[in-house]
């Protein structure tokens, strides 16, 4: 990916500011702000590890699961004509509406 960062399955957003002149980012995903920072690309991934492992040890502290980064299921909403037409390309051809949006999102991200 992209200006991400990887650590244990989880993701994080690479941005600079100029304004303070420093890297910073936070991880993507989880609900709640979990930020990072550093002067440098290896300052940024260090800060970026520690946070995540900050929150993982943190989660386990409090006995609460940690959350899944991402399920594998998510709501959109999209207009009444698009749904329809989505619908129906999926019925011509066979599929359900679930596989037919997969098969949409991969083609676009491939």
Sequence with gaps: MNNMLEY???YG???YSSED?????????ISGLLSYEGGSI???KADF????DDYLESCEKQNIEPQKVYRGSFNVRISPSL???????A????????????NAIRAYVS
């Design 13 to 15: 957003t690479v941005e």
């Design 83 to 89: 749904h329809k037409s989505l619908a129906l390309y």
């Design 49 to 52: 590890e520690s946070a995540v």
């Design 21 to 29: 002149n420093i890297l910073y980012g936070k991880v993507a995903g």
């Design 91 to 102: 019925a011509a051809h066979n599929q359900t509406l679930n596989s037919t949006v997969e």
């Design 42 to 44: 290896e300052e940024l």
């Design 8 to 10: 244990k399955g989880y």
